[in-house]
């Protein structure tokens, strides 16, 4: 079954397998202390790393995967989500593409930070620029803009054309249910190629995509790709689950 963790080539279907990979994170991770606890992260090569949760007393209560990689998007983070599930060490925001002034902010999105402990209090309305990870629910490819928009033709003669570069979010819900970390986006391919876990040793797809509003790292399951070579200047798009963390400006 395909999961965000073997987006990132691990190993993991069954309960044992998360409590597993746990211990080896915690054994040889890198601890981060935090105002609220910890975290542990354990990279497995390429990008692919995992962070593990420590609450105060040093009791393991989540861990999160995430890529990093050569993204990057300039954000304004306006609000922290309060999930009702969540624990003290996850965070999720409310964030828009763009520069800051309010007339030309791209779109409003949500996204989960691995790390939120590390930044400590986040004011918000805050400027940042953020390497974000898409995790591919679905994903397919094409060409060039023709052939994507050949296919929307296909799917609906009367539909408007999605621009080759777009970007929606699906997790901010008009109608007052939770905000998830979601999103529907296209764009052209920059950089592409397999990264093996060095702790599996499985391959996964990693993709260099250029959206509306910056750089996104994009990676997936070899299953979603099969045997394919995705090839720079080519359209991707897909559904994803977005994993962000705050860099300083290049």
Do not use: C
Request: glycine share 12%.
């Amino acid at each position: 079954m395909i999961n965000h963790m073997t987006m990132l080539g691990f190993r993991m279907q069954e309960e044992e397998d998360f409590l597993q990979l746990a211990n080896y994170a915690y054994e040889h991770g890198t601890l981060m202390q935090t105002q609220k606890g910890a975290y542990v992260r354990l990279e497995a090569g390429g990008g692919a790393e995992l962070w593990l949760q420590l609450n105060s007393e040093g009791v393991a209560i989540g861990m999160h995967p995430h890529f990093t990689g050569a993204g990057l998007m300039e954000i304004g983070i306006e609000a922290e989500v309060m999930r009702e599930d969540a624990n003290e060490l996850d965070g999720t925001f409310y964030a828009w593409a763009g520069p800051g002034k309010p007339g030309e902010r791209l779109y409003s999105f949500v996204f989960d930070l691995p790390d939120r402990d590390t930044y400590g209090p986040l004011t918000q309305p805050l400027l940042q620029h953020v390497q974000l990870a898409a995790f591919a629910h679905e994903l397919n490819l094409f060409a060039n803009e023709v052939e994507y928009e050949h296919y929307q033709l296909s799917q609906s003669l009367t539909a408007q054309i999605v621009p080759a570069h777009h970007f929606v979010s699906t997790g901010l819900n008009d109608q007052g249910g939770e905000a998830v970390s979601t999103a529907v986006f296209s764009g052209t391919v920059l950089r592409a190629g397999w990264v093996k876990n060095e702790l599996s040793g499985s391959y996964f797809q990693w993709v260099l995509v250029r959206t509306l509003g910056g750089d996104i790292d994009v990676v997936a399951d070899e299953r979603l790709i099969g045997e394919r070579e995705v090839r720079e200047g080519e359209i991707l798009s897909g559904t994803f689950w977005l994993s962000g963390r705050l860099v300083e400006k290049p």
